[in-house]
Each structure stands twice: as structure tokens, then as C-alpha cells.
């Protein structure tokens, strides 16, 4: 079986650092991919499988939920997962609204992720595996 492929999409680098050296050490088997910007995320998000989204809510020129939006265009089935600073109830209901399975709040729910990030990807396996593929693949937006 391949291993888990999380896409994080985090403006801030450190962050992205952390949230990947968190997941590894729970899970080295986790194939972990980072970008900074939105437009990086959309664009592997349309040309690569990934089980699970890891998104931030403010990302430059872009809000979490605007991608969240654009890869349920494609995807409705993948999981994303909020893990931000974005601590108003406007921003969280604005990202389940999008269609997220899950909302972290920096660093509050830190504990929390690499948790939160084994439920949704065992949640998605299974159903890929009752399926008989691995994650949904996405269609080419360029």
C-alpha cells in the first residue's frame, strides 16, 4: 500500500517545518509536500493525488477557504484539515462551510494534529480501499 501523501499549504515556513517534523515523527511513513502560496497548492492539488489537505486559513493573495472551495470543485472527497491562527467562529463555519472535515487552531490544538491528521487519513484509506482505489484524482485546471 503507498504511503499517505499530505499536501501542507502554510504562508509561514516555520509553521510548514513544524506541522511536517510533527507528522513524521508520528508517522514516518507520511510522504509530506509543503508550499507557501495558494496558487502552488491549487496547482499540485490538480495534478497529484493526496489523501490529506492540511491548510492555513490566511494565505497571501487567497483566503483557506477560497482553496478549500476551488479543490472541492474537483475532489469532494479528500479530506482538509484547518490547522491556523484564525481563531474567530466566522473564520471556522467560513471553512466548514468550504467543506473541511476539520478545524485546528494554532497553537492551541497542537496536540491535537498529528491525531486529528491519523483519524482523516484512516478515514480516507478505508474508503479509497472499499472503493478499490487510493484517493480520488484530481483534474487538470490548467
Known sequence: MPSPRILIIDADHDVSQLIELMLHHSNSGYELRSVQTAEEGLRLAASQCFDLFVLDYRLP???????????????????????????????????????????????????????????LIGRNVSRSARKGTRAPAYLSST
Not at 476551488?70 to 475532489?75: F, G, V
Not at 469532494?76 to 462551510?97: C, D, I, Q
Open 61 to 119: 493573495g487567497m483566503s483557506g477557504a477560497e482553496v478549500c472551495r476551488a479543490i472541492r470543485l474537483t475532489d469532494a472527497e479528500t479530506p482538509v484539515l484547518f490547522f491556523t491562527g484564525a481563531a474567530y467562529e466566522r473564520e471556522r463555519h467560513e471553512a466548514m462551510k468550504a467543506g473541511a472535515s476539520a478545524y485546528l487552531v494554532k497553537p492551541d490544538d497542537l496536540k491535537k494534529l498529528t491525531e486529528t491528521v491519523q483519524l
